[in-house]
């Protein structure tokens, strides 16, 4: 680790979920302190190392807010803390609403009170709906497909909006799936992403699904650009080392690999790496899930350290292994 660098400190939202930690470890390992904010609704106290602060609570409570920014020499911020399951967003509009838009307004506000100018935002693909291309880059349209998409692109609205009336330095991280760990003890826990439902239900003797396998692709299944959370931590740190340098960033960059794989690939390389010998069961499509989007990621690979260094079986396996090690999908 290198040395700590004095009077500079920025808060993570969302810092005990399983992005969120990732990304407080790489900003530890760069000798930058870290405040989190989080609610603990799908993050967890042990994802937090005890030397970090941990504030318990929501970006959408004003007081949460003014706690986490009050009087630890925040300097910038890395907004991940929301709600995030697009499935899901379809049928709860108003939660999801109410998380990622009105918490990132009351977020903005708190940093406007206590003169904090830097924020690292982290959107979606989903922002880009079904693409009209094969290949998206930042510049192509935006048409997001679910209330989870909708939020993410007013989300990164926001953000162009206060930095036209209060000079904000800012700019948005449009990932897309991301997967993997980068250490044991940090996994990815949510029910609803594909690695967690499908070492579940490996791990249970029961056989994994696909969510539709009738879309217009090769294989009839969704393609997506897979990403392993350490690659994406690094970039988030890059992004706010740059801020924190003055560096002018572009608004939006894209965090994919250019290249993408199906679900049933995925699962291809799940039988690979577990030894496990399985054929997926067929159920019906999610709704607003887009058949296929994949990322250009050549514009932050020039400006925010962003790179592809592990493959599927290196994503499939970093998951697996540490599950392995601990013998359960539960976390503290």
Not at 170 to 177: D, G, V
Not at 226 to 255: C, I, K, M, P, R
Request: net charge negative; hydrophobic share 40%; glycine share 10%.
């Amino acid at each position: 680790m290198l040395d700590r660098v004095e009077g500079v400190s920025w808060l993570v939202t969302g810092g005990a979920g399983y992005i969120g930690s990732h990304v407080v470890r790489a900003f530890e390992n760069e000798g930058i302190d870290c405040v989190v904010l989080d609610d603990l609704s799908s993050g967890h106290r042990s994802f937090v190392s005890e030397s970090v602060p941990l504030v318990v609570g929501s970006i959408v409570d004003e007081a949460a807010v003014d706690e986490a920014l009050d009087g630890r020499e925040v300097t910038g911020v890395v907004h991940l803390a929301g709600f995030k399951y697009a499935g899901v967003s379809v049928t709860r509009p108003l939660h999801t609403y109410t998380q990622n838009v009105s918490g990132t307004v009351t977020l903005l506000a708190g940093m406007a009170r206590h003169g904090v100018n830097k924020i690292v935002f982290s959107s979606s693909a989903s922002v880009y709906g079904t693409p009209e291309t094969d290949r998206v880059t930042e510049q192509s349209p935006t048409r997001p497909e679910s209330p989870y998409g909708e939020t993410k692109l007013i989300g990164e609205w926001l953000l162009a909006d206060q930095a036209k009336a209060t000079g904000l330095s800012h700019t948005s991280l449009r990932y897309f799936n991301v997967v993997g760990s980068g250490t044991p003890e940090l996994r990815d826990t949510s029910p609803h992403n594909l690695f967690p439902i499908v070492f579940d239900q490996l791990a249970t003797d029961r056989t994994p699904y696909i969510n539709g396998d009738d879309y217009p692709t090769a294989d009839g299944t969704c393609v997506r650009d897979y990403v392993h959370v350490a690659d994406l931590a690094t970039s988030h740190v890059a992004a706010a080392q740059a801020l924190e340098a003055g560096t002018e960033l572009e608004f939006v960059y894209n965090l994919g690999s250019g290249e993408g794989l199906s679900v049933r690939q995925i699962m291809e390389a799940a039988a690979r790496v577990t030894g496990i010998d399985f054929t997926p069961q067929i159920k019906p499509r999610r709704p607003g899930d887009p058949a296929v989007i994949v990322a250009d990621g050549a514009l932050a690979a020039c400006d925010i350290d962003w790179q592809m260094r592990h493959s599927v079986d290196d994503m499939v396996r970093s998951a697996w292994e540490p599950r392995e090690a601990v013998g359960s999908s539960s976390a503290d």
